[in-house]
């Protein structure tokens, strides 16, 4: 939904400190302010008309750095954090932040969240915040709540050639996937289209699981006021079971174990299946669709929503964006003048003018306002790409996704509006002595073998018995129940 910029140099990027250097606009001396985190492509160019607004509005000269590689990105930060050089904010996931409090390496902000963070707190919601507490204490700025953006697509025009409705539960996709496969929907008297396609990074089951009851293998959700984990709830075999029934039943392309979603997209949109999970960027913005509309000019591609199935209505397993946190170094604490200037900055981008100035950009040059309304200009399509870097505690979303990306309005308004299933695992940290990278690997292989058909689903039992015991997976379910219940989601 199911987030920073290129590589840059890293031997500096991540051990910037601050410094003083002029005369700021509240007089209290121009100070650097030094943000690291991890991107999608996206830099900042040498004329950073955000930084330069920032620097006139707030007396800060912030030093944006970002890069690309999580794993260098992480490796640099522990190393800075332990040598007593670290950036003044930096991102980090939720696990890692615990053990940079265990370490004493981060700054307890709780005392700060209703004084001189109150309008952050106000901007992003306190349900949101949770992502930043550990031990009832909070220890990091987080993003306000964003949108789901991923759905099914499919062959709006394959559906009419065929003469079929839209399907809306499960069964109706799977008679829709098997005509996609076996009814020649492109018209070119070959066997060469696949009802549903997908990639190994990404989740094509995830409009379905809802439909079932379960928010998929390895979700953590809340039923009837209990954490349940979806390994172990027993829907989940009953929606790996249709799943293998797809794929059984070869209407599912089979490159889905061994390709990228991006792959498989770009087979999609060369005809070669009519359904996949994706997101309205991708499927919409033209720079993911101009080759597509060369190579299939008649295709009609449009959203489903969660489909219904034995379970009852459908929904989308969403976990929400916890996973984006900004910590401060404990050491800040004691330098009042920096913590302050830290906290103006965060406070700045939460209000109503400089979340402005990070969302859309300088007023005249990339966008307008008529009638308190913000209309965005050609200049922020152009140049506004990298502005996101700069919106720490995150956006208004609607209004944002709006104006940004007007021509893609009802797309992103579909995304939005869709049924959502809450998921809560990214809140999660891992136990000690729990080995994540080994049962992934595990569970993984097992399902495969599942849906392949390879393993009978009346292993299944077993296969999360030994999850459970043999890989530790057990201390992670107990972790996660008493960890999301001190956090208020389970009764």
């Not at 509240?26 to 492509?41: H, Q, R």
């Not at 009419?160 to 809306?168: E, F, I, Y």
Request: glycine share 10%; net charge negative.
């Amino acid at each position: 939904m199911y987030r920073s910029v290129v590589a840059v140099a890293l031997g500096s990027a991540l051990l910037l400190t601050a410094c003083s250097s002029g005369e700021g606009a509240d007089g209290a001396g121009d100070t650097e302010l030094a943000i690291s985190e991890v991107s999608f492509g996206a830099v900042p160019p040498k004329d950073d008309v955000i930084g330069q607004a920032l620097k006139k509005e707030l007396g800060l000269d912030v030093k944006l750095n970002a890069v690309g590689s999580s794993d260098d990105y992480y490796a640099q930060l522990s190393a800075s954090l332990a040598g007593g050089d670290a950036p003044d904010l930096f991102q980090v996931d939720r696990s890692r932040l615990q053990q940079f409090v265990k370490q004493g390496l981060v700054l307890d902000l709780t005392k700060y969240l209703d004084t001189d963070l109150k309008q952050y707190t106000s901007f992003v919601g306190k349900d949101q915040m949770k992502a930043a507490i550990l031990d009832g204490k909070t220890y990091g700025v987080v993003k306000r709540p964003q949108y789901a953006y991923s759905t099914y697509w499919i062959r709006k025009d394959w559906l009419d050639k065929l003469g079929l409705a839209v399907p809306k539960t499960t069964d109706d996709l799977f008679a829709v996937a098997t005509a996609f496969t076996s009814k020649d929907p492109d018209g070119n008297g070959k066997p060469d289209t696949y009802g549903i396609t997908g990639g190994k990074d990404a989740d094509p089951w995830a409009p379905l699981w809802g439909g079932f009851g379960t928010g998929g293998p390895g979700a953590e959700y809340v039923e009837d006021g209990k954490i349940v984990n979806g390994y172990q709830d027993p829907d989940t075999k009953t929606a790996l079971e249709y799943v293998a029934k797809l794929v059984n039943a070869k209407v599912v392309d089979p490159d889905f174990l061994s390709s990228t979603l991006a792959q498989a997209q770009e087979r999609a949109m060369q005809g070669k299946a009519g359904i996949l999970c994706q997101s309205w960027p991708q499927m919409t913005k033209p720079e993911f669709t101009a080759s597509a509309k060369k190579a299939q000019p008649g295709a009609q591609w449009i959203q489903l929503p969660p489909l219904a199935g034995p379970a009852g209505p459908g929904a989308m397993p969403y976990d929400e964006n916890f996973a984006s946190i900004y910590a401060i170094p404990a050491k800040v604490g004691k330098d009042e003048a920096k913590l302050k200037n830290i906290m103006k900055f965060v406070e700045y981008i939460s209000g109503e003018a400089g979340n402005r100035l990070v969302s859309y950009g300088i007023e005249g040059t990339h966008y307008t306002v008529a009638d308190g309304k913000v209309k965005a200009t050609p200049k922020l399509a152009t140049d506004g790409g990298w502005f996101w870097l700069y919106q720490l505690t995150g956006r208004d979303e609607g209004e944002y996704l709006g104006i940004k990306f007007a021509a893609q309005k009802k797309y992103i308004d579909f995304a939005a509006k869709q049924p959502l299933m809450d998921t809560y695992q990214s809140l999660v940290v891992n136990p000690e002595g729990y080995n994540q990278v080994d049962a992934d690997r595990y569970s993984n292989e097992q399902l495969v073998q599942f849906i392949s058909g390879k393993k009978p689903l009346s292993q299944y039992d077993a296969f999360v018995s030994d999850l459970t015991n043999k890989f530790g997976y057990g201390k992670y379910v107990e972790g996660a129940q008493q960890q999301l219940t001190d956090l208020g989601l389970a009764k």
